[in-house]
């Protein structure tokens, strides 16, 4: 009797064993499984995280780059010169170039060139003050006594080492004006001729470098070099077209202008000078000079000014 109930205590503990191992062997399995799908959630939940983040990110850096871009646009098209930042244009001319520039009855400088900024600075919305100077001073002075130049100034490269020039306003061609009677009419008829010119003008530059044997003779004013061709002292007088028909009429009888073509010289073009480097000033006063082309207001000038 005593060995049977041994034997049943004997399996009921090796139960009991079995039992707590495959209970433990449960829990760990199950711990296993849950352990791997939290790792597995955490592992998608930095994954989503972190695409989120990127993404947000990258709007940001989207939102900031087109702000940056709309706001290089807006400050390019609203870049002003820094020499037009007292509200005054300050240009120079030389008002002894009719019909460009000339000093009126009231002793002030006149002219399409002066007319013609004057238009530009009402478009820049900045008074024009004109100072009358030598020609030859007005490159030198740009950029310290003046902000820019018109007079009937052409657009060359030894020019352009020191300023910059704005579109081009108007073309032109050098005439010869010769005395009633002259028998200069040609290139070769030039060589070994006293000329007149105005002092750095493209007449003087055709003078000096490109007649041969030419004996220059340079003036300040155009008009004394006319007065000179009158009075013998010498035998032409190398000008732009448009000055020279001016002569031509206010001396009539007394001297012809004779064109350019007929002396094979070639067609130049004026534009207005501004300081080298000011992109600002150079945008600002094309922008002006198209407005004006585009509104009449330049026909009215020629016009007024040349046609007339």
Same mark, same amino acid.
């Given at each position: 009797?005593?060995?049977?109930?041994?034997?049943?205590?004997?399996?009921?503990?090796?139960?009991?064993?079995?039992?707590?191992?495959?209970?433990?062997?449960?829990?760990?399995?199950?711990?296993?499984?849950? =352990? %791997?799908?939290? &790792?597995?959630? !955490?592992?998608?939940?930095?994954?989503?995280? @972190? *695409?989120?983040? #990127? /993404?947000? =990110? %990258?709007?940001? &850096?989207?939102? !900031?780059?087109?702000?940056?871009?709309?706001? @290089? *646009?807006?400050? #390019? /098209?609203?870049?002003?010169?820094? &020499?037009?930042?007292?509200?005054?244009?300050?240009?120079?001319?030389? *008002?002894?170039?009719?019909?460009?520039?000339?000093?009126?009855?009231?002793?002030?400088?006149?002219?399409?060139?002066?007319?013609?900024?004057?238009?530009?600075?009402?478009?820049?919305?900045?008074?024009?003050?004109?100072?009358?100077?030598?020609?030859?001073?007005?490159?030198?002075?740009?950029?310290?006594?003046?902000?820019?130049?018109?007079?009937?100034?052409?657009?060359?490269?030894?020019?352009?080492?020191?300023?910059?020039?704005?579109?081009?306003?108007?073309?032109?061609?050098?005439?010869?004006?010769?005395?009633?009677?002259?028998?200069?009419?040609?290139?070769?008829?030039?060589?070994?001729?006293?000329?007149?010119?105005?002092?750095?003008?493209?007449?003087?530059?055709?003078?000096?470098?490109?007649?041969?044997?030419?004996?220059?003779?340079?003036?300040?004013?155009?008009?004394?070099?006319?007065?000179?061709?009158?009075?013998?002292?010498?035998?032409?007088?190398?000008?732009?077209?448009?000055?020279?028909?001016?002569?031509?009429?206010?001396?009539?009888?007394?001297?012809?202008?004779?064109?350019?073509?007929?002396?094979?010289?070639?067609?130049?073009?004026?534009?207005?000078?501004?300081?080298?480097?000011?992109?600002?000033?150079?945008?600002?006063?094309?922008?002006?000079?198209?407005?004006?082309?585009?509104?009449?207001?330049?026909?009215?000038?020629?016009?007024?000014?040349?046609?007339?």
């Amino acid at each position: 009797m005593k060995k049977l109930i041994a034997l049943l205590l004997a399996g009921v503990m090796t139960m009991s064993l079995l039992t707590a191992c495959g209970g433990n062997d449960g829990a760990k399995a199950d711990e296993t499984v849950t =352990d %791997a799908a939290g &790792a597995e959630n !955490e592992a998608d939940s930095a994954d989503a995280a @972190g *695409a989120e983040s #990127e /993404a947000n =990110d %990258a709007d940001a &850096a989207g939102t !900031e780059d087109a702000a940056d871009a709309e706001s @290089g *646009a807006d400050a #390019e /098209a609203g870049e002003v010169s820094e &020499a037009l930042a007292d509200g005054v244009l300050t240009v120079g001319t030389n *008002a002894e170039f009719p019909p460009f520039e000339y000093v009126d009855d009231n002793g002030e400088p006149d002219g399409f060139d002066v007319a013609l900024i004057k238009a530009i600075g009402e478009k820049l919305g900045v008074e024009v003050e004109v100072e009358n100077m030598e020609f030859e001073s007005l490159v030198a002075a740009i950029g310290s006594k003046i902000d820019v130049a018109i007079a009937g100034m052409t657009v060359t490269d030894e020019r352009k080492e020191s300023v910059d020039f704005s579109d081009a306003y108007y073309d032109a061609v050098q005439y010869v004006i010769v005395p009633e009677g002259s028998d200069i009419a040609s290139a070769a008829d030039l060589a070994g001729k006293a000329i007149g010119v105005q002092l750095g003008t493209t007449g003087d530059f055709i003078a000096t470098d490109d007649v041969e044997g030419s004996e220059v003779s340079r003036y300040n004013k155009a008009v004394d070099a006319v007065n000179d061709l009158i009075n013998g002292r010498v035998d032409c007088v190398i000008i732009d077209k448009n000055p020279a028909l001016v002569f031509e009429s206010t001396f009539e009888g007394q001297v012809k202008a004779i064109p350019g073509e007929q002396f094979e010289f070639g067609v130049e073009e004026y534009a207005i000078a501004v300081p080298k480097g000011d992109a600002a000033m150079l945008s600002q006063v094309n922008k002006a000079l198209e407005e004006i082309k585009a509104d009449g207001t330049f026909d009215e000038l020629v016009k007024q000014y040349i046609e007339n």
